[in-house]
């Protein structure tokens, strides 16, 4: 990646630092709360919350005597509670010792709460990451819906290939004599479209009215780019959503399944795509890159691959979810998120897959405005996949992290003492070292990786 390629393109490089700053904010602040408003109801006090660092711009003082503020570096936050001596929540000696002669003071602080209240105060920042990204994956399911069964169609997306006849509202009984099986087998619904025979145009089964009827439709998997992966190949090239592939180095093609064998066979030589975009043949030259891939049995596999997903010929219409399905929907999203990333992180330590798939401060801020170019709804998804690795990565047990004092808070309920000043002094300063590491290398991985 070269980072000062994006220095002449000024207006692009303030609208990424703009959404990433949005979406790091948003991040920082649900974190943030969850400790404040857990520390407050556990009774402890919060002196500062901060959404940033630096000089201050804004601050105001509550009915409590916490100072609300705004700093001019607003790449992270903290709560600071009464005994703190910092956003790291080392102790402050002189604010402890002053506090041991009232009982109700020295509660009152981080460091002479109960256990119970310290473990729950710090463990409340990831878990509002958790719960937010849940929130907007609900929210999300409930508004996008899900599929009609039996798959029926919706709207017919513009492609330049064979007419069709299919309408909005048609139930799609078979292609090409291959049964559509319901969506709730998504085995066999998946191997209904691998089945499907190449041809332009397919005939369709439908039921149309109360009526059954065959008719023409386009291919169902075209070659259309639903969603254009960010940092790909296809994006540095300039593709976007809604453009249709119909040819790779003069080939014409018109399945999602051709375009993906020209590409594996590219061995990450360039490719020249024709591209089909609301009328107009365009054509562009791309590099495919090599991709780390998890499978489904938790591996990962390296794929050549564009950078594109693709879609059917035609949105499917949709129905509403119960809440608590588009619920667990919620949860079963964030859940694959965290398992994806441990296993992704397990197999760059054990050497299977690339360290380059650790994105830093300037790959996460690229990807903010990418997502957020491809508007709001992408952004706001990406924001739920941001803040769940976010609490995740808090929850890591390295000092200076939420993790590592819940670590030192099992020790404690362990032994019945909490480990020495001294002790968690130095492993303070150990951990935010491996912590600074960690971002230093992260961001070299933006600047050389490619």
Not at 41 to 55: E, M, N, Q, R, T
Not at 250 to 271: D, M, N, T, Y
Not at 306 to 330: N, R
Request: proline share 7%; with cysteine; glycine share 10%.
């Amino acid at each position: 990646m070269d980072i000062f390629a994006l220095i002449p393109q000024f207006g692009g490089l303030i609208w990424t630092l703009l959404a990433f700053v949005i979406a790091l904010s948003v991040i920082v602040a649900i974190h943030e709360y969850g400790h404040y408003i857990v520390g407050r109801w556990s009774g402890i006090h919060a002196d500062v919350f901060s959404l940033g660092f630096g000089p201050v711009l804004y601050s105001r003082v509550d009915k409590r005597g916490t100072v609300w503020q705004i700093a001019a570096l607003p790449f992270g936050g903290y709560v600071k509670f009464a005994g703190d001596a910092n956003a790291a929540s080392g102790k402050d000696d002189a604010a402890m010792e002053a506090a041991q002669d009232d009982p109700v003071r020295l509660r009152s602080t981080m460091h002479g709460a109960p256990l119970w209240a310290r473990a729950a105060t710090v463990a409340a920042g990831p878990l509002f990451n958790f719960a937010m990204s849940i929130i907007i994956f609900t929210v999300i399911a409930l508004q996008v819906g899900v599929p009609k069964d039996p798959l029926t169609v919706g709207d017919m997306r513009p492609l330049p290939f064979e007419q069709s006849e299919l309408q909005p509202g048609d139930e799609i009984l078979s292609v090409a004599g291959i049964d559509i099986p319901s969506a709730d087998d998504a085995t066999a619904y998946a191997d209904a479209f691998d089945a499907i025979p190449l041809g332009q145009p397919l005939y369709y089964d439908v039921m149309r009215d109360g009526q059954q009827m065959t008719v023409p439709g386009p291919y169902l998997m075209p070659t259309l780019v639903k969603q254009v992966m960010p940092q790909s190949a296809a994006y540095e090239a300039g593709l976007v959503a809604g453009d249709v592939i119909t040819e790779v180095d003069g080939a014409p093609i018109f399945a999602f399944s051709q375009l993906k064998k020209f590409v594996e066979a590219s061995e990450e030589r360039p490719l020249l795509l024709t591209v089909w975009r609301d009328g107009e043949t365009l054509e562009f030259t791309l590099r495919p890159k090599l991709v780390d891939e998890p499978q489904p049995d938790g591996s990962f596999k390296s794929q050549t691959r564009i950078g594109i997903a693709g879609g059917t010929a035609f949105d499917a219409a949709t129905t509403s979810p119960g809440v608590l399905d588009a619920l667990w929907a919620g949860v079963a999203n964030t859940g694959r998120i965290i398992e994806g990333s441990i296993s992704g992180l397990k197999h760059m330590i054990i050497g299977n897959i690339s360290t380059c798939n650790l994105s830093g401060p300037v790959g996460i801020a690229q990807t903010s405005g990418a997502m957020a170019a491809q508007g709001a709804q992408s952004f706001i998804y990406f924001i739920a996949v941001l803040s769940t690795a976010v609490g995740l990565l808090n929850l890591f047990p390295i000092p200076a992290l939420d993790g590592g004092h819940l670590v030192f808070y099992a020790y404690e309920a362990v032994t019945g003492k909490p480990p020495s000043d001294g002790a968690l002094r130095f492993l303070m300063t150990i951990g935010l070292t491996l912590v600074l590491a960690l971002m230093v290398f992260a961001l070299g991985n933006d600047i050389f990786c490619p």
